[in-house]
């Protein structure tokens, strides 16, 4: 018996607006083949290794001190990352770093959203961002994509226009369809805008398309990139999120956020593991490569995958997409049902976890 285990979720004085809700998250299953959450599939390097460990270690040292609040040298250092990547000079007063970019996002709803304000996304997209839009009391306003999953930005830029929502999302490479938006598509997107958007560039590395960095010297007052360490970083488990936008964001930022929200040890981390930034990113023109083999063979079993700018594959069709799911996990393979109706998104592994994707996908189709 677990003390207090009498007592249920119902009885608890929870928030009207949260009752009845589940958490986000996708099922942690024991599967041999894990292709559900658009992890890098390689571990890091040796030497990485080796250099995040020395990092912390020396930070163990004095961890009777709090950190540094406003994390300088990480901010800087992740400017110079951005900096090199996108060919826009920015410096350390651009950036702002949390536990994950799920944190960036909650503190940009914390700030610019809230009750009485709206956010507004183009569904299907990353759920987190209603989910973080509820949990900060932000109206959520759906604006639809195309049928075939691809943004119209003239039809979003009018829906904004219309709507003026506090904040925009766009997620480019968009999760869980895959793909990305062109400058020109953005910049309508922003001058329709009265407020703030968000660029949500998670799977920015793996896009052929230029980063939204390219508009911020344009549109200073509303342009937000949000970028993770999570995906082509191969730094998930490290939680570090972090964002791109003028300073005075960042000052406003600053009055949301937790002080000593980022640990010693998470930034110390972080910037040991972004002086191996190439060794990393190194396995993006695999995971690319494979992306494009993944697609291939899943046309050629009679799948339709969507076509992908990022390290994912949204496809379909099936007669009943969670059946399917279920099948994958008895081959021994876990992708994510994200719930839309005929589809499911499988990640792109090593190659022979792909193939082991591939095999359990011939099966499936017959
Ligand atoms: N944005 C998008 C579009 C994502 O897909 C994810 C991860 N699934 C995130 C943000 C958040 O990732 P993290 O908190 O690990 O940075």
Request: without cysteine; aromatic residues 0%; glycine residues 0%.
């Given at each position: 018996m677990t003390v207090g285990e009498e007592i249920t979720l119902e009885q608890l004085p929870l928030r009207e607006d949260l009752r009845g809700g589940s958490p986000y998250g996708a099922p942690q299953l024991d599967v041999p083949i894990r292709l559900n959450t658009n992890e890098n599939p390689y571990p890091p390097p040796p030497e990485l290794v080796a250099d995040v460990a020395e990092a912390v270690r020396r930070e163990v040292e004095s961890l009777h001190r709090y950190p540094d609040r406003d994390a300088v040298a990480l901010r800087e250092d992740l400017a110079d990352y951005l900096s090199v990547s996108t060919r826009v000079v920015l410096s350390g007063a651009n950036l702002w770093a949390a536990n994950g970019s799920n944190e960036v996002l909650q503190q940009i709803l914390q700030a610019f959203g809230g009750p009485g304000r709206t956010a507004l996304g183009f569904e299907p997209s990353y759920s987190m961002h209603p989910i973080i839009s509820a949990g900060t009391r932000t109206d959520w306003v759906p604006a639809p994509r195309r049928a075939d999953f691809s943004l119209d930005t003239e039809a979003a830029a009018r829906v904004v226009r219309e709507r003026r929502p506090d904040i925009v999302f766009v997620t480019s490479p968009n999760n869980p369809t895959g793909g990305s938006i062109p400058l020109d598509g953005l910049r309508g997107v922003l001058e329709a805008a009265p407020g703030i958007v968000v660029?949500?560039?998670?799977y920015a590395e793996f896009s052929s398309q230029p980063s939204a960095v390219e508009l911020l010297a344009e549109f200073p007052a509303r342009l937000i990139v949000s970028r993770t360490m999570s995906k082509a970083f191969a730094f998930a488990g490290g939680r570090l999120g972090y964002l791109a936008a003028a300073p005075a964001i960042i000052d406003a930022l600053q009055l949301v956020r937790l002080p000593y929200h980022l640990s010693k040890l998470t930034q110390a981390a972080a910037r040991a593991a972004l002086r191996h930034a190439d060794a990393t990113l190194a396995s993006v023109h695999k995971l690319a490569a494979e992306r494009d083999r993944v697609v291939e063979s899943l046309l050629g079993l009679g799948f339709t995958p969507v076509p992908s700018d990022a390290n994912f594959v949204l496809f379909g069709r099936f007669a009943d997409a969670p059946a399917s799911w279920k099948s994958y996990v008895d081959h021994g393979v876990l992708i994510r049902d994200v719930g839309i109706e005929g589809h499911l998104r499988v990640t792109i592994g090593t190659p022979e976890e792909n193939d082991a994707f591939l095999e359990a996908s011939k099966e499936i189709s017959r």
């Open positions: 660029v949500d560039e998670a």
